[in-house]
């Protein structure tokens, strides 16, 4: 008579107390990718640096804004990349610490409790969104690019204002309101750009002079007894309006204007008057309410951040699979189900 045959041994009578252990044979030597990953960890440890130190040369007034954006793009793009190719949580966890205290290395001579709270803002909002990449990743049979990288993406938006929000915060306390002029144009410049299509008669981006006499044409223009008056006591009247705009404008604001003054320098000292009258009026808590009011309004604009930076990681991602770097690779998978 035979010897019996161990129960399971057929592959029966298995349970979550008895499974079946299947041995996961590793390749000898290193494993596939060790050193693509070394690489792009330390490309990751130098786009954080790079992003740290653009920003805190954009504060010192040194480098202009874009530059500060394109680092911190470029952060983005590798910071993405290492969320999709790493699946070991606790080592993307590790790299992620080194990274940030690069990111905030340029600072270190700042306030002890703003470079701890940016650290750790980072720290929390860099790993979930490296969690939810994840997450996302596993439990989906193809790789969904832009579903896979939008948490991270959006994770790493938001954590990148919240950190420069509370950088920029000693800056202000230490005099300086408001960004710098150089800064301030490129929004203004944005901003300008949009509001022409709205009012394509007024002119937002010549000196103050046009800018007053415009709207102020563009004001009388609908009047009835206005159209009627002769061209030159049209322009009398255009004259007089305009002188009026940069009266009201310049007391109200208490900006003092010139014959050259432009647009956007009459928009920048009303907002810097305006703030600097806030903080003298709320001394306590101004600094505050101006960290959570300039982020409220970068965060908004950080939509189409978002946008902007899947579409250029896709364009690195899809670079890195057409040359080889990296591949799409299928595994068998077997997961455990509950049935009857």
């Known amino acids: 008579m035979p010897d019996k045959i161990p129960p399971g041994a057929l592959g029966q009578n298995q349970n979550l107390v008895n499974p079946i252990r299947i041995e996961k044979v590793e390749p000898l030597g290193k494993p596939r990718g060790f050193y693509k990953s070394i690489v792009l960890d330390a490309v990751g440890v130098l786009a954080a640096f790079f992003a740290g130190y653009a920003y805190f040369k954009f504060l010192m007034g040194s480098w202009p804004l874009y530059a500060a954006i394109g680092a911190s793009f470029l952060f983005l793009i590798v910071f993405v990349l290492e969320g999709l190719l790493e699946d070991k949580a606790w080592r993307r966890l590790g790299i992620l610490i080194i990274e940030v205290v690069a990111l905030l290395m340029p600072f270190y001579a700042s306030n002890i409790q703003m470079l701890a709270a940016s650290a750790a803002v980072a720290l929390v909002f860099l790993f979930v969104g490296y969690l939810q990449a994840r997450g996302e990743l596993n439990h989906g049979t193809t790789i969904r690019f832009f579903r896979s990288t939008h948490g991270i993406v959006a994770k790493t938006v938001t954590a990148s204002l919240l950190v420069a929000v509370i950088l920029y915060l000693p800056t202000a306390s230490a005099g300086a309101i408001f960004i710098g002029e150089s800064g301030f144009n490129v929004f203004f410049n944005w901003a300008a750009g949009l509001a022409v299509h709205f009012y394509p008669a007024i002119s937002f981006t010549g000196s103050f002079d046009d800018f007053a006499r415009s709207a102020a044409k563009e004001g009388l223009a609908g009047n009835s007894a206005f159209n009627a008056l002769p061209s030159a006591d049209q322009d009398a009247a255009v004259s007089a309006m305009a002188g009026q705009i940069k009266d009201s404008l310049s007391k109200s604001f208490g900006v003092t204007l010139s014959a050259s003054s432009s647009t956007s320098d009459v928009a920048y000292g009303a907002i810097e008057n305006m703030l600097q009258g806030?903080?003298?009026?709320?001394?306590?808590?101004?600094?505050?309410?101006?960290?959570?009011?300039?982020?409220?309004?970068?965060?908004?604009?950080?939509?189409?951040?978002?946008?902007?930076?899947?579409?250029?990681?896709?364009?690195?991602?899809?670079?890195?699979?057409?040359?080889?770097?990296?591949?799409?690779?299928?595994?068998?998978?077997?997961?455990?189900?509950?049935?009857?």
């Open 278 to 340: 806030l903080r003298n009026r709320f001394p306590a808590g101004f600094d505050a309410g101006w960290g959570i009011t300039l982020f409220l309004i970068l965060r908004s604009i950080g939509v189409i951040a978002v946008w902007v930076g899947q579409f250029l990681t896709m364009i690195v991602y899809e670079l890195l699979l057409a040359t080889g770097i990296i591949r799409i690779a299928e595994e068998p998978q077997t997961k455990e189900v509950i049935e009857f």
